[in-house]
């Protein structure tokens, strides 16, 4: 099982290795990520990680801005001098959160609960007494915790209308007509969130399935997708996509 350590204090990098080597379960241990950026780095690279254990600040800024990289189903621990960030931790798969000096216990019980959830994902499904394909649980992203005037909010995914990328920065639409930025590109928001719900439909917009009203042929074989309400942006779908949006749309 390969584990994943943000931490740019060496001493608190070892002490935290010392103690998942005392636990006797042999961990391929990686680490220590020391910055958001090695972070981006390391996940885009490599996509074997099974738990991350991130100190939330780095030397050049926070680790969220690297873990929006990590697939959205890792468990994540996190380990913290403050309090301060644990509303913003709710936006990952987070599983703990844990205040420094961490101790050996509060550790263990952290790692506990990352092995049941990675053995309730791998084990099969039972139906009827009847053994099927392994099931699939993996964790979808189920809410955003983005910046407001008074400090930050959570945006359930059932309020967006859609989500759209717009001068390389990326917002939820709202279905008040609001907007918020998120700080990730398309590409990231689009693999952290259920495929049977949202789809990212062209280089520009994710919608959600539960918005769409329907496709209009075009005349160059590219389709309308519309979306319900009055203030739906004008989503061209190519030709090349077209069939694999219909079939998304129609499942």
């Known amino acids: 099982m390969k584990i994943l350590i943000f931490e740019d204090e060496i001493y608190n990098y070892h002490q935290l290795r010392h103690m998942l080597e005392e636990m006797g379960m042999g961990y391929d241990i990686v680490g220590p990520i020391t910055s958001v950026e090695a972070g981006r780095e390391y996940l885009s690279l490599h996509h074997d990680t099974d738990i991350i254990i991130a100190d939330i600040q780095l030397s050049d800024g926070l680790c969220f801005d690297a873990l929006v990289y990590a697939s959205a189903d890792i468990p994540v621990i996190f380990v913290t001098s403050s309090a301060e960030h644990a509303f913003q931790a709710f936006g990952f798969y987070s599983l703990s959160y844990l205040l420094k000096p961490v101790s050996e216990g509060s550790l263990a019980v952290a790692m506990r609960k990352a092995h049941r959830l990675i053995a309730a994902r791998e084990r099969p499904a039972v139906m009827d007494g009847t053994h099927l394909e392994p099931s699939r649980q993996t964790a979808y992203r189920e809410r955003f915790v983005v910046k407001s005037f008074n400090g930050e909010r959570i945006v359930s995914l059932s309020t967006i209308q ?39 439909v062209n280089r520009k917009y994710v919608v959600p399935i539960e918005q769409v009203s329907g496709m209009e042929r075009l005349v ?25 949006v219909r079939k998304w749309i129609n499942r």
């Open 162 to 200: 859609y989500i759209v990328s717009e001068r390389k920065s990326t917002y939820l639409v709202l279905l008040d007509g609001t907007s918020c930025p998120v700080d990730m590109s398309l590409d990231a928001v689009s693999m952290q969130l259920d495929p049977l719900k949202f789809m990212k």
């Open 220 to 244: 160059n074989g590219k389709e309308l997708l519309r979306l319900k309400g009055s203030q739906s942006p004008e989503i061209i779908v190519s030709r090349t996509r077209k069939a694999q």
